[in-house]
């Protein structure tokens, strides 16, 4: 198996996307109590794990479905270029879950202390799900991904999970009210890269899957795709005026114009020529993490 290829389908440039989400918790938790590193560097590199699991599954799921076929012409990744064989992928994977489920246990006994307490079991369970979660996205009898459930998995875990997650792990607080907000924000904006990736592949997907972007259409998908940006905007006004203490608290505005930006390709761009769309809003939404952090805590 070549390591190029292993990294090919790992898809690392998806990562500063899954890595918004804790680190906004994280930074939001900073506010309230001092952080611990080591847990801070495991809850990161268990966010990591868990991104290249998902994609590592969704390759397979999607040769295995036929949506990735041969006569694809954007999105190629390993196994559909015979880099990659279907077993040596089902091993990756399994790797993954191993190598995840111990970066996991870590995280949670640095930041409990033990592994067999109440919250302990909790985090351990809720890591579990995450990871059935992230492989039956396109894997399995009834992947919800090819069902039009995506969105919704990308708001729970990209948003709500993430940042939630990250606060609770730092903080081990229960009360999530002040991570709320800003995990509906990086949620909408984690929809828009799906709803983008959709978009692009809408006459890809059509015999294979269902997705928001093919039952609103070319038009409605990006009226969704419109909102989904403003609605995260506007939510992360609202938090931050509800939790204002100086200008630095609007440092994250800066990012304002590369959204703008996005918005309007997405309107003026077809098919293919979307692509520069989706880095173009990931690297967007982690610059913002790191901004909305930075100047929540100056």
């Known amino acids: 198996m070549m390591v190029s290829a292993c990294i090919r ?91 995840c489920c111990l970066s996991g246990a870590l995280m949670v006994w640095f930041a409990m ?25 396109t894997l399995g009898r009834h992947p919800y991904g090819y069902r039009g459930f995506g969105d919704l998995y990308v708001f729970l875990f990209f948003g709500l999970v993430s940042v939630c997650g990250g606060y609770y792990v730092c903080t081990r607080s229960l009360d999530l009210m002040p991570a709320l907000l800003p995990a509906c924000t990086i949620g909408c904006f984690s929809v828009g890269v799906l709803n983008v990736n959709n978009i692009r592949d809408m006459k890809s997907d059509a015999a294979t899957r269902v997705t928001v972007a093919m039952r609103l259409g070319q038009t409605g998908s990006r009226v969704y795709q419109t909102l989904l940006i403003f609605c995260g905007w506007a939510l992360i006004i609202i938090y931050t005026l509800q939790h204002y203490t100086g200008p630095m608290n609007f440092l994250y505005a800066l990012t304002f114009p590369a959204y703008l930006m996005h918005v309007k390709g997405t309107w003026l761009r077809r098919d293919s020529a979307l692509d520069p769309m989706l880095p173009l809003l990931v690297l967007g939404t982690f610059v913002f993490a790191l901004l909305f952090g930075i100047g929540l805590n100056l």
């Open 9 to 99: 389908s790992m898809r690392l440039r998806t990562l500063p996307l899954s890595l918004s989400g804790v680190v906004t918790g994280i930074f939001i938790a900073a506010t309230q109590t001092t952080l611990r590193p080591l847990t801070v560097v495991f809850l990161l590199l268990t966010t990591v794990l868990l991104q290249i699991l998902s994609n590592l599954s969704n390759e397979l799921g999607d040769t295995l479905s036929g949506t990735d076929s041969a006569d694809r012409s954007v999105a190629r990744y390993s196994l559909q270029d015979g880099e990659i064989s279907i077993e040596e992928m089902k091993r990756l994977i399994a790797s993954t879950v191993v190598i």
């Open 113 to 137: 202390g033990t592994l067999v307490s109440r919250e302990a079991l909790l985090l351990l369970t809720l890591g579990a799900l995450a990871i059935l979660s992230a492989m039956r996205y």
